[in-house]
């Protein structure tokens, strides 16, 4: 048995309703949950700060992408040794962690994404939704080369080498497909894990529709004009 | 009279093109490059028309609206570059305001380090 310093990153804006159980959940496994409360409306800080989590607060909306590398910035300077992306609404398993980190240290790599469609994962996604996360997977092989099963998917472990190198620069959804692009870039080792993903109607409500996946593109094309 | 005037300012559209070369260099290039078709239609207008006319077109009056609904097109795709950018900054700025600001559990566990398997 070995130690590491383990921080789990979550997300969240309005997740008053959700954030202190999914913080409960996780607190009883890893001491380190870092809440980065996006400008919410609603009390996401002071029921995350309650039930056990660091807490950070962006003074206002920026978006999930932003509030992931707010996490991530903060946690390479508590020189976490992993850092673990997490969604706010409860649709993440944390028992997965530390079957992907077993793999992350098996298999010498610097990232493990999860991934709901690999054998042995578990998901209730509608099949509409299915048919857009695989062509969201195809897209991200077409684009980046990466052999990757499930393109969208919140649950990440990333060693501190990774996390130092990654820059989120979308603020919003896109920060997904703009993850995979920068371990592809950066030749960065990954593995995909499976995982559990368990939709309740609170997190189909707070999730993505598909026309979120028109902003998505566009918001990556934009930023390709950019550079 | 007209022809220099329109050249003027299809000369300050090529010294915009240049500057925003920095901000994205499809954008600008692409300025540049109508500016340039601009400037060659106002001092030869039976150009236009032969252009059109090879673009399938038909008058070169019709050719010079749609180009300028491409640049209209164009700059609005600079605007939108340079809200990314201003965005950036926001966003850099809130975050460092944000992590300055954390705040810890009031039941703090300590630097007890994670257990792995």
């Not at chain 1, 920026?62 to 390479?76: I, K, M, N, R, S």
């Not at chain 2, 490059?33 to 059109?52: D, E, H, K, Q």
């Amino acid at each position: 048995m070995t130690t590491r310093t383990i921080f789990l990153v979550i997300p969240a804006y309005n997740e008053g309703d959700a954030i202190g159980d999914v913080v409960r959940t996780v607190a009883r496994r890893f001491t380190r949950v870092v809440v980065v409360d996006d400008g919410s409306r609603d009390a996401t800080a002071s029921v995350a700060l309650a039930a056990g989590a660091h807490v950070i607060a962006h003074p206002v909306n920026l978006g999930q992408g932003a509030a992931l590398q707010t996490g991530l910035d903060y946690c390479v300077g508590q020189a976490a040794d992993y850092i673990v992306t997490f969604d706010a609404d409860g649709q993440h398993d944390p028992d997965d962690v530390d079957g992907m980190i077993a793999t992350l240290e098996r298999e010498g790599v610097q990232v493990a994404l999860g991934s709901r469609f690999l054998a042995g994962a578990s998901t209730n996604a509608t099949r509409a939704r299915r048919l857009l996360l695989k062509a969201a997977a195809l897209f991200t092989r077409a684009t980046t080369g990466l052999k990757v099963t499930d393109a969208h998917n919140g649950l990440r472990v990333l060693r501190l080498e990774a996390a130092r190198r990654i820059r989120l620069r979308q603020n919003r959804m896109a920060h997904a497909s703009e993850i995979l692009e920068q371990i592809a870039r950066m030749e960065l080792t990954y593995v995909e894990c499976p995982v559990t993903i368990r939709y309740t109607d609170y997190s189909r409500a707070k999730g993505q529709s598909g026309w979120d996946a028109i902003h998505i593109l566009i918001d990556l094309a934009l930023q390709r004009l950019k550079s | 009279m007209i022809q220099l005037l329109l050249t003027g300012a299809l000369a300050l559209v090529m010294l915009f093109a240049f500057r925003e070369w920095r901000v994205s260099r499809a954008v600008g290039l692409a300025l540049f490059l109508i500016a340039a078709c601009g400037i060659t239609f106002v001092w030869l207008p039976g150009s236009a028309n032969a252009f059109a006319r090879v673009l399938g077109v038909g008058r070169g009056a019709d050719l010079v609206l749609y180009v300028y609904c491409v640049v209209s097109f164009l700059l609005i795709l600079n605007m939108s570059l340079k809200i990314r950018t201003q965005h950036e900054v926001m966003t850099e700025l809130a975050r460092r305001i944000a992590i300055a600001g954390v705040r810890a559990p009031p039941r703090v566990e300590g630097d007890r380090p994670d257990a792995v398997a």
